[in-house]
């Protein structure tokens, strides 16, 4: 065979070879690529689920809030549902002046250990979360506490110049309210403009915070009521 003929061979061969390579890698079904990401939703529990946890665990907030104040901590602590039943206690500073260091996190962790003890719970049940934002933890999952919420609409009414009233939470296996109980009396009626106002607001600061408006009731009373 003569060698111009060797060379044509080699030439189709490399042409060939190129042209399956070529289709190999533009054809999307063989190309090596990443599949899509996978996000795991969280598992969502009814508000009945909700309310006897809330209720068990809820208790130990109050002297929880007291040791870290004796402790010079100014802190806001709220307590979520997690997917295995287990609660999470959430942990943040009201502001931020300087962040809470390595020491003083430890030092908060060993002073909710400590009470858990006190209240025969096991510790292994609760995952502890302290953070250095001043926000509201962006987890609206299944809480069983608002206080964080609380915190920032009573702020957002007194920067309205709105005063005189009481604002707390409620958890029970209805649902979950935010109630804003006005100290100076009003006309469900009459005053419909001033708790559309109110209600705007808090609405605002909830939706802000990437909770639903819908699922978390915001009720506007008399202090008496």
Same mark, same amino acid.
């Given at each position: 065979?003569?060698?111009?003929?060797?060379f044509?061979?080699?030439?189709?061969?490399?042409?060939? $070879?190129?042209?399956? /390579?070529?289709?190999?890698?533009?054809?999307?079904?063989?190309?090596?690529?990443?599949?899509?990401?996978?996000?795991?939703?969280? /598992?969502?529990?009814?508000?009945?689920?909700?309310?006897?946890?809330?209720?068990?665990?809820?208790?130990?907030?109050?002297?929880?809030?007291?040791? $870290?104040?004796?402790?010079?901590?100014?802190?806001?602590?709220?307590?979520?549902?997690?997917?295995?039943?287990?609660?999470?206690? /959430?942990?943040?500073?009201?502001?931020?002046?300087?962040?809470?260091?390595?020491?003083?996190?430890?030092?908060?962790?060993?002073?909710?250990n400590?009470?858990?003890?006190?209240?025969?719970?096991?510790?292994?049940?609760?995952?502890?979360?302290?953070?250095?934002?001043?926000?509201?933890?962006?987890?609206?999952?299944?809480?069983?506490?608002?206080?964080?919420?609380?915190?920032?609409?009573?702020?957002? /009414?007194?920067?309205?110049?709105?005063?005189?009233?009481?604002?707390?939470?409620?958890?029970?296996?209805?649902?979950?309210?935010?109630?804003?109980?006005?100290?100076?009396?009003?006309?469900?009626?009459?005053?419909?403009?001033?708790?559309?106002?109110i209600?705007?607001?808090?609405?605002?600061?909830?939706?802000k915070?990437?909770?639903n408006?819908?699922?978390?009731?915001?009720?506007?009373?008399?202090?008496?009521?």
């Amino acid at each position: 065979m003569s060698k111009k003929k060797y060379f044509k061979i080699g030439i189709l061969s490399l042409l060939l $070879l190129s042209s399956a /390579l070529f289709v190999f890698l533009w054809n999307p079904s063989t190309n090596f690529t990443e599949g899509p990401e996978t996000t795991v939703e969280p /598992l969502i529990f009814s508000s009945k689920e909700l309310a006897p946890y809330a209720e068990e665990y809820g208790r130990i907030v109050p002297n929880l809030l007291i040791d $870290l104040g004796r402790k010079g901590y100014r802190v806001n602590v709220d307590l979520s549902l997690l997917d295995d039943e287990n609660i999470e206690i /959430l942990i943040k500073k009201y502001e931020i002046v300087e962040d809470l260091k390595p020491n003083e996190i430890k030092e908060i962790e060993q002073l909710v250990n400590n009470l858990l003890k006190e209240y025969n719970f096991d510790p292994a049940m609760f995952k502890i979360d302290v953070s250095n934002d001043t926000q509201p933890i962006l987890k609206t999952a299944n809480r069983l506490s608002y206080r964080d919420l609380t915190e920032y609409i009573f702020v957002e /009414l007194a920067d309205k110049g709105i005063e005189g009233f009481n604002i707390n939470y409620k958890v029970s296996s209805e649902g979950s309210e935010i109630i804003i109980k006005l100290g100076e009396p009003f006309d469900e009626t009459k005053d419909q403009r001033r708790i559309k106002e109110i209600k705007d607001v808090a609405d605002s600061v909830l939706r802000k915070n990437n909770f639903n408006p819908d699922t978390l009731q915001v009720i506007v009373s008399n202090l008496k009521n």
